[in-house]
Protein backbone atom coordinates (compact mmCIF):
# COMPACT_ATOMS: atom_id res chain seq x y z
CA UNK A 1 0.00 0.00 0.00
CA UNK A 2 1.50 3.34 -0.53
CA UNK A 3 1.94 5.61 2.63
CA UNK A 4 2.95 9.21 2.60
CA UNK A 5 3.24 10.45 6.01
CA UNK A 6 3.69 13.62 7.49
CA UNK A 7 6.08 14.23 10.45
CA UNK A 8 3.48 15.63 12.47
CA UNK A 9 -0.16 16.05 13.32
CA UNK A 10 -0.46 18.84 15.57
CA UNK A 11 1.14 21.65 15.76
CA UNK A 12 1.10 25.22 17.58
CA UNK A 13 2.95 27.72 16.80
CA UNK A 14 3.95 31.73 17.70
CA UNK A 15 3.18 34.33 14.70
CA UNK A 16 7.03 34.67 13.45
CA UNK A 17 8.35 31.62 13.85
CA UNK A 18 9.40 29.30 10.96
CA UNK A 19 7.84 26.79 10.66
CA UNK A 20 8.67 23.32 8.48
CA UNK A 21 6.18 20.81 7.65
CA UNK A 22 7.57 17.54 5.94
CA UNK A 23 6.37 14.49 4.52
CA UNK A 24 7.42 11.67 3.16
CA UNK A 25 5.97 9.03 0.34
CA UNK A 26 7.30 5.33 -0.40
CA UNK A 27 6.30 4.67 -3.58
CA UNK A 28 8.73 6.72 -5.46
CA UNK A 29 5.57 8.95 -7.06
CA UNK A 30 6.99 11.51 -9.09
CA UNK A 31 4.36 13.98 -8.38
CA UNK A 32 4.26 15.43 -4.74
CA UNK A 33 1.45 18.13 -3.63
CA UNK A 34 0.76 20.59 -0.35
CA UNK A 35 -2.61 21.58 0.07
CA UNK A 36 -4.10 23.40 3.14
CA UNK A 37 -7.79 22.37 3.91
CA UNK A 38 -9.91 25.70 5.42
CA UNK A 39 -13.95 25.09 6.19
CA UNK A 40 -16.24 26.69 3.62
CA UNK A 41 -13.23 27.14 1.29
CA UNK A 42 -12.12 23.34 0.78
CA UNK A 43 -8.49 22.31 -0.64
CA UNK A 44 -6.89 24.61 -1.80
CA UNK A 45 -3.43 23.71 -3.98
CA UNK A 46 0.08 25.77 -2.20
CA UNK A 47 2.64 24.38 -4.19
CA UNK A 48 3.67 21.04 -6.36
CA UNK A 49 6.60 19.32 -7.41
CA UNK A 50 6.81 17.02 -10.28
CA UNK A 51 10.36 16.00 -10.07
CA UNK A 52 13.33 15.93 -7.44
CA UNK A 53 14.70 19.80 -7.33
CA UNK A 54 11.24 21.13 -9.05
CA UNK A 55 8.79 23.19 -7.93
CA UNK A 56 5.76 25.07 -9.22
CA UNK A 57 3.37 27.72 -7.77
CA UNK A 58 -0.39 26.37 -7.23
CA UNK A 59 -3.24 28.78 -6.24
CA UNK A 60 -2.17 30.29 -2.82
CA UNK A 61 1.98 30.31 -2.66
CA UNK A 62 2.05 33.15 -1.07
CA UNK A 63 3.89 33.21 2.62
CA UNK A 64 5.20 29.36 1.90
CA UNK A 65 8.15 28.06 0.34
CA UNK A 66 8.82 24.18 -0.68
CA UNK A 67 12.16 21.75 -1.15
CA UNK A 68 12.70 18.75 -2.99
CA UNK A 69 15.80 17.95 -2.36
CA UNK A 70 15.34 13.84 -2.54
CA UNK A 71 12.46 12.21 -4.17
CA UNK A 72 10.71 10.60 -1.70
CA UNK A 73 10.61 13.38 0.73
CA UNK A 74 8.65 17.45 -0.09
CA UNK A 75 8.45 20.01 2.68
CA UNK A 76 6.40 22.87 3.05
CA UNK A 77 7.82 26.12 4.91
CA UNK A 78 6.62 28.79 6.23
CA UNK A 79 8.98 31.60 6.76
CA UNK A 80 7.55 33.69 9.47
CA UNK A 81 3.82 32.36 10.28
CA UNK A 82 0.99 34.03 10.19
CA UNK A 83 -2.14 33.82 12.56
CA UNK A 84 -3.99 33.52 8.84
CA UNK A 85 -1.89 30.26 8.25
CA UNK A 86 -3.87 28.40 10.43
CA UNK A 87 -4.87 25.84 8.60
CA UNK A 88 -5.07 22.19 7.98
CA UNK A 89 -2.69 21.16 5.76
CA UNK A 90 -2.72 17.83 3.10
CA UNK A 91 0.25 16.23 1.50
CA UNK A 92 -0.33 13.93 -1.67
CA UNK A 93 1.23 12.42 -3.90
CA UNK A 94 0.21 10.73 -7.78
CA UNK A 95 2.24 8.87 -9.88
CA UNK A 96 1.73 10.18 -13.72
CA UNK A 97 1.34 13.44 -14.91
CA UNK A 98 -2.75 13.45 -15.72
CA UNK A 99 -3.42 9.75 -14.96
CA UNK A 100 -2.36 9.03 -11.36
CA UNK A 101 -4.25 8.31 -8.26
CA UNK A 102 -3.58 10.63 -5.78
CA UNK A 103 -2.99 9.46 -2.10
CA UNK A 104 -2.83 11.83 0.75
CA UNK A 105 -1.14 11.79 4.07
CA UNK A 106 -3.05 11.79 7.16
CA UNK A 107 -2.90 15.96 7.90
CA UNK A 108 -1.25 18.33 9.96
CA UNK A 109 -3.26 20.40 11.69
CA UNK A 110 -1.00 24.14 12.54
CA UNK A 111 -2.51 26.82 14.87
CA UNK A 112 -0.40 29.94 15.25
CA UNK A 113 -0.57 32.40 17.72
CA UNK B 1 -10.97 27.22 -15.25
CA UNK B 2 -13.21 23.79 -14.25
CA UNK B 3 -15.70 24.28 -11.16
CA UNK B 4 -16.71 21.25 -9.24
CA UNK B 5 -19.90 20.79 -7.57
CA UNK B 6 -21.12 18.49 -4.68
CA UNK B 7 -24.97 18.39 -4.27
CA UNK B 8 -26.23 18.21 -1.25
CA UNK B 9 -23.17 19.58 1.08
CA UNK B 10 -25.15 17.36 3.85
CA UNK B 11 -26.96 13.93 3.95
CA UNK B 12 -28.41 12.26 6.90
CA UNK B 13 -29.81 8.84 6.15
CA UNK B 14 -30.88 5.39 8.37
CA UNK B 15 -28.75 2.45 8.56
CA UNK B 16 -29.62 0.15 5.74
CA UNK B 17 -30.14 2.81 2.95
CA UNK B 18 -28.81 2.75 -0.64
CA UNK B 19 -27.75 6.37 -1.78
CA UNK B 20 -26.26 8.34 -4.22
CA UNK B 21 -23.58 10.94 -3.78
CA UNK B 22 -23.57 13.42 -6.89
CA UNK B 23 -20.95 15.32 -8.36
CA UNK B 24 -20.80 18.03 -11.61
CA UNK B 25 -18.10 19.46 -13.04
CA UNK B 26 -18.33 22.15 -15.92
CA UNK B 27 -15.72 21.21 -18.47
CA UNK B 28 -16.01 17.82 -20.14
CA UNK B 29 -12.36 17.70 -21.26
CA UNK B 30 -11.25 15.43 -18.25
CA UNK B 31 -8.95 12.69 -17.66
CA UNK B 32 -9.88 11.39 -14.13
CA UNK B 33 -12.13 11.79 -11.24
CA UNK B 34 -11.46 10.47 -8.31
CA UNK B 35 -14.06 10.08 -5.02
CA UNK B 36 -12.17 10.20 -1.40
CA UNK B 37 -13.67 9.70 1.96
CA UNK B 38 -12.54 12.33 4.62
CA UNK B 39 -12.50 11.51 8.64
CA UNK B 40 -12.74 14.32 11.01
CA UNK B 41 -9.65 15.55 11.55
CA UNK B 42 -7.95 13.32 9.26
CA UNK B 43 -6.06 13.41 5.43
CA UNK B 44 -8.14 12.06 2.12
CA UNK B 45 -8.38 8.27 1.62
CA UNK B 46 -8.93 7.30 -2.40
CA UNK B 47 -11.55 5.00 -2.58
CA UNK B 48 -12.38 5.14 -6.47
CA UNK B 49 -10.55 6.46 -9.47
CA UNK B 50 -12.42 6.57 -12.88
CA UNK B 51 -10.52 7.01 -16.25
CA UNK B 52 -11.69 9.21 -18.83
CA UNK B 53 -12.28 6.34 -21.03
CA UNK B 54 -14.32 3.92 -17.92
CA UNK B 55 -17.79 4.64 -17.12
CA UNK B 56 -17.62 2.96 -13.98
CA UNK B 57 -15.64 1.56 -11.39
CA UNK B 58 -16.82 -0.60 -8.32
CA UNK B 59 -14.94 -1.45 -5.41
CA UNK B 60 -16.75 -3.36 -2.25
CA UNK B 61 -20.15 -1.91 -1.61
CA UNK B 62 -19.16 1.47 -3.45
CA UNK B 63 -19.80 1.85 -7.39
CA UNK B 64 -18.70 5.42 -8.90
CA UNK B 65 -20.21 5.93 -12.61
CA UNK B 66 -19.04 8.99 -15.06
CA UNK B 67 -20.79 10.54 -17.72
CA UNK B 68 -18.53 12.96 -19.36
CA UNK B 69 -20.35 14.28 -22.09
CA UNK B 70 -23.35 15.68 -18.78
CA UNK B 71 -20.43 16.61 -16.21
CA UNK B 72 -21.63 14.11 -13.80
CA UNK B 73 -20.19 11.90 -11.46
CA UNK B 74 -22.10 9.31 -8.79
CA UNK B 75 -20.74 7.69 -6.11
CA UNK B 76 -24.03 5.04 -5.00
CA UNK B 77 -22.82 3.56 -1.99
CA UNK B 78 -25.22 0.31 -0.81
CA UNK B 79 -26.17 -0.67 2.28
CA UNK B 80 -25.15 1.96 4.34
CA UNK B 81 -23.69 1.44 7.45
CA UNK B 82 -22.87 3.88 10.60
CA UNK B 83 -19.13 3.50 9.64
CA UNK B 84 -19.43 5.26 6.27
CA UNK B 85 -20.05 8.66 8.01
CA UNK B 86 -18.10 11.02 6.88
CA UNK B 87 -17.04 13.16 4.33
CA UNK B 88 -17.25 12.45 0.48
CA UNK B 89 -14.85 14.65 -1.79
CA UNK B 90 -14.69 14.13 -5.89
CA UNK B 91 -11.75 15.96 -7.83
CA UNK B 92 -11.19 16.32 -11.50
CA UNK B 93 -8.09 16.20 -13.22
CA UNK B 94 -8.43 18.04 -16.39
CA UNK B 95 -7.04 18.87 -19.49
CA UNK B 96 -6.37 22.39 -19.05
CA UNK B 97 -4.38 22.07 -16.12
CA UNK B 98 -0.88 19.98 -15.72
CA UNK B 99 -0.03 17.76 -12.65
CA UNK B 100 -1.66 20.84 -10.91
CA UNK B 101 -5.27 20.69 -12.91
CA UNK B 102 -6.51 18.83 -10.31
CA UNK B 103 -10.09 20.54 -9.01
CA UNK B 104 -11.67 19.11 -6.07
CA UNK B 105 -15.54 19.47 -4.64
CA UNK B 106 -16.20 20.78 -1.49
CA UNK B 107 -17.52 17.53 -0.38
CA UNK B 108 -21.05 16.09 0.83
CA UNK B 109 -20.86 15.43 4.86
CA UNK B 110 -22.93 12.17 5.33
CA UNK B 111 -24.36 11.02 8.08
CA UNK B 112 -25.60 7.40 8.41
CA UNK B 113 -27.63 7.09 11.73
CA UNK B 114 -27.61 3.63 13.51
Known amino acids: DVKVTQSSRYLVKRTGEKVFLECVQD?????MFWYRQDPGLGLRLIYF???????EKGDIPEGYSVSREKKERFSLILESASTNQTSMYLC????????????FGEGSRLTVL | KQEVTQIPAALSVPEGENLVLNCSFTDSAIYNLQWFRQDPGKGLTSLLLIQSSQREQTSGRLNASLDKSSGRSTLYIAASQPGDSATYLCAVQYSGGGADGLTFGKGTHLIIQP
Open chain 1, 92 to 103: ASSQGLYTGELF
Open chain 1, 27 to 31: MDHEN
Open chain 1, 49 to 55: SYDVKMK
